[in-house]
């Protein structure tokens, strides 16, 4: 019971926080943020995955774990699994897409103005990574493969247990094209990204006063933070479940916590913009909430300082 009660404390944090979190990040790009570019329309799709996510699959996961909803041969559970899986997949292509597409904005400039930053090129871009996502998470559902009980038996998740002769084929697929083929492309993309900016820079400094109207800096920095952060939080998942496969024993205790670490890619998207991006941390000290909470600091602060000086000045009367 303490077990349970730890396990959907975890969850209702999480929910709570992602819930608050991703909901800020989309009121502050639709509303406060005039014109809206390419990496901000890839922020918000992302805020809005987590959004679903959160409400279908982490509050289906504590109706699971209070037995509300059956796990085996349930709709529920295996919708919930296909969302997590789509969304998880094709957040990570969507980081993928945007740091290519800054690759492509600093390497061809003109390019990028004249066709990359159109409507129907950004639609184009998030459509690939949803459609990339979404078929992935199908194939179970269409025979290669099958949704089953995750090795804790505490959610529906893909076939660990190999129960499908097939299963194993699309394993070591979804492993080569859902996580080793974006970690090499994000390297790739990044590593240019930072030559690029490198180059700039030395670009800059001999001639000052061009103008090179690319966000460069800010967003590799922000890029780069949210690709170890989603990949730190899924590599523990990932490698105790393939060696599951290989029929290495692993206690279910350990593979319970490593399912928790990987949800916390609910709440990434938004932290690593709240604490990270400075430009949305200049709209959220515009909010009311944030405008209260960062008053009460400062008179806090100022009772504190009023405090220490008044002790200094009573020791040295004294």
């Excluded at 699959?57 to 295996?78: F, I, M, Q, R, W």
């Excluded at 990574?129 to 179970?140: E, N, T, V």
């Excluded at 909010?287 to 000045?313: D, M, P, Y």
Aim: aromatic share 12%; charged share 15%.
């Amino acid at each position: 019971m303490v077990l349970v009660a730890l396990y959907t404390t975890y969850i209702v944090v999480l929910i709570t926080l992602s819930m608050s979190l991703n909901l800020i990040i989309c009121y502050v790009i639709i509303r406060k943020i005039k014109a809206i570019e390419i990496p901000h329309l890839f922020i918000l799709s992302i805020s809005i995955s987590d959004i679903v996510h959160t409400v279908v699959g982490l509050v289906s996961e504590v109706c699971v774990l209070h037995k509300v909803t059956s796990l085996k041969n349930s709709y529920v559970s295996v919708g919930a699994s296909f969302l997590t899986y789509s969304i998880s997949v094709s957040n990570i292509m969507q980081i993928v897409m945007i740091s290519a597409i800054r690759v492509v904005a600093l390497k061809r400039p003109m390019f990028y103005f004249e066709n990359c930053d159109k409507v129907k090129y950004k639609m184009a871009s998030l459509c690939c990574c949803y459609f990339y996502g979404i078929l992935w998470a199908s194939f179970p559902l269409l025979g290669w493969s099958k949704y089953e009980e995750d090795l804790d038996k505490k959610r529906c998740s893909l076939d660990w247990n190999l129960t499908k002769s097939n299963t194993f084929s699309y394993l070591m697929f979804a492993f080569i094209f859902c996580y080793k083929l974006p970690t090499t492309l994000l390297i790739w993309a990044l590593r240019v990204k930072h030559q690029t900016v490198d180059e700039h820079r030395r670009f800059r400094e001999n001639r000052p006063n061009e103008q090179i109207e690319i966000l460069e800096k800010a967003y590799l920095k922000v890029l780069l933070c949210s690709a170890i952060a989603y990949f730190v939080v899924w590599t523990p998942y990932s490698v105790v479940s393939l060696l599951s496969i290989f029929k290495v024993k692993i206690p279910s205790i350990i593979f319970t916590f490593c399912a928790l670490f990987a949800k916390l890619s609910a709440v990434l998207n938004a932290l690593v913009n709240c604490y990270i991006n400075k430009s949305f941390q200049a709209h959220l000290h515009d909010l009311r909430i944030f405008q209260c909470f960062l008053k009460g600091k400062r008179i806090e602060h100022k009772n504190i300082s009023w405090a220490e000086e008044t002790q200094v000045a009573e020791t040295g009367l004294t």
